[in-house]
C-alpha cells in the first residue's frame, strides 16, 4: 500500500471518528422520521435534526475537500440526502390530506365560490319556477320537461291515489315503483352533476344549460303533485335526500361556472394560467359535490323505505342539509385566511 493511501486511511478514520456519534444520532432521527414522521419528535428532537444535519453537510464538504476515501464519501452523502428530506419535505401523512380537505381547504373553496353557488342556485330555481308555471297552466307541457324513464307512470293523467300512494305506503309493489324511480332520478342527476362540472371549460354555457333543464324537471314534477293537492307530501319525500342531492348539483354547477368564467374573464393572466387557478377551487367543490351524492344515495336507499313520516322526513333531509350549511360556513375560518384563488388541498 502506498504512502498516500495509508495516509488517506487515517485521515478518514480519524474525522469518522470525531463525528461518528453526530453521525449515528442523526441517522437515528431521520429512521424515526422516516418510520412516524415529523410529528413524532419532540421540540428538542426537531431541534437537535436541524443541527445535526448542518453539521453533516460541512462534514461533506470538508470531507470533498480533502479528498477522503470513496466509501465515506458515499455514506456520508446518503446520510445527507435523507436528512434532506426529513427536515425539508413535507410529509403530509393520508390522514392530514384528508383531514386538512375536511377542516380547511374544502369549506374556503365553497366560501370563495358563493358567487357562483348563487348563480347556480338561481338558474336552477328559474328553471323550476318556470317549469311550474307552464305545466301548471298547460299539462302538456310536463312531457316536454320529464323525460319518459323519468316519469314512472307520475304525470299529468296519474291519479291522486296512484301518485300518493308511491309516496306513503308500505306496499310492496309500490315501494318497487318508487325505488326504481329514484334509482333513475339519482343516475339522472349523478351524471348532470359530472357534465355540469366538466363542461364549465365551454365557457360555462353547457353548465347553465343543464342546471336550468335540471330545474324544470324538478318544476314539472311538483305542478302535476301540486295539481292533486300532494306538493307539501312531494316536498316531504324529497327533503330527506333531495336537500343533499341538489345542493350537491348546484356546488357542482358552481365549480363548472367558475371553469366558465375563467375562461371567459382571464383578467391579467393568459386564459390557461386563469383556468389553472380557478381550478384548484373548482376541482374541491367537484369533490364535496361527489361526497354529498354519496351522501344523497345511501339517505335514498335507507330513508326511502325506513322512513314514511312527513315531520320525520323533514326533520332528516333539512336537518342533514343544516349540518353541511354548518360545515360549509364554520370551518377553516381564522386558519389560512382565504387567498382568492386557492390553496393546495
Not at 307530501?233 to 335526500?241: K, Q, V, Y
Not at 383556468?275 to 359535490?289: E, H
Request: overall charge positive; glycine content about 10%; hydrophobic content about 45%.
Amino acid at each position: 500500500m502506498s504512502t498516500d493511501a495509508s495516509q488517506q486511511l487515517i485521515r478518514s478514520s480519524r474525522f469518522r471518528q470525531t463525528r461518528e456519534a453526530e453521525w449515528k444520532r442523526l441517522s437515528d432521527l431521520v429512521a424515526k422520521v422516516e418510520t412516524w414522521g415529523r410529528t413524532r419528535l419532540t421540540l428538542e428532537e426537531s431541534l437537535e435534526l436541524s443541527a445535526l444535519y448542518r453539521q453533516s453537510i460541512h462534514a461533506l464538504s470538508l470531507a470533498r475537500e480533502i479528498s477522503l476515501d470513496q466509501a465515506l464519501l458515499s455514506y456520508l452523502e446518503n446520510l445527507c440526502a435523507r436528512a434532506y428530506f426529513a427536515v425539508y419535505a413535507p410529509r403530509t401523512s393520508l390522514a392530514g390530506i384528508i383531514g386538512r380537505f375536511f377542516g380547511r381547504s374544502a369549506p374556503q373553496a365553497i366560501r370563495r365560490s358563493w358567487k357562483f353557488l348563487a348563480l347556480s342556485f338561481a338558474i336552477l330555481v328559474f328553471g323550476s319556477w318556470i317549469a311550474f308555471q307552464l305545466t301548471s297552466t298547460d299539462p302538456s307541457w310536463y312531457y316536454a320537461f320529464v323525460p319518459g324513464d323519468l316519469s314512472g307512470g307520475r304525470g299529468p293523467n296519474a291519479s291522486r291515489e296512484f301518485l300518493r300512494s308511491a309516496i306513503y305506503d308500505e306496499d310492496g309493489h309500490q315501494l318497487g315503483r318508487l325505488a326504481a324511480f329514484s334509482t333513475r332520478l339519482f343516475t339522472h342527476n349523478t351524471q348532470v352533476a359530472i357534465f355540469s362540472f366538466t363542461l364549465g371549460v365551454m365557457a360555462g354555457l353547457p353548465t347553465a344549460f343543464l342546471t336550468f333543464y335540471n330545474g324544470t324537471i324538478l318544476g314539472a314534477f311538483f305542478a302535476v303533485h301540486h295539481a292533486k293537492g300532494l306538493s307539501m307530501d312531494l316536498f316531504g319525500w324529497l327533503s330527506i335526500h333531495g336537500v343533499t342531492e341538489l345542493a350537491a348539483l348546484v356546488i357542482a354547477a358552481a365549480g363548472g361556472l367558475r371553469l366558465g368564467a375563467a375562461v371567459l374573464f382571464p383578467g391579467i393572466y393568459t386564459r390557461t394560467e386563469s383556468l389553472r387557478r380557478a381550478g384548484r377551487d373548482a376541482t374541491k367543490l367537484a369533490l364535496v359535490a361527489a361526497l354529498m351524492l354519496v351522501a344523497a344515495g345511501l339517505l335514498e336507499g335507507f330513508g326511502r323505505q325506513l322512513v314514511t313520516d312527513f315531520t320525520s322526513r323533514i326533520a332528516i333531509g333539512w336537518g342533514i342539509g343544516a349540518l353541511w350549511l354548518a360545515w360549509f360556513v364554520l370551518a377553516g375560518r381564522g386558519e389560512n385566511r382565504d387567498s382568492g384563488h386557492g390553496d393546495a388541498p
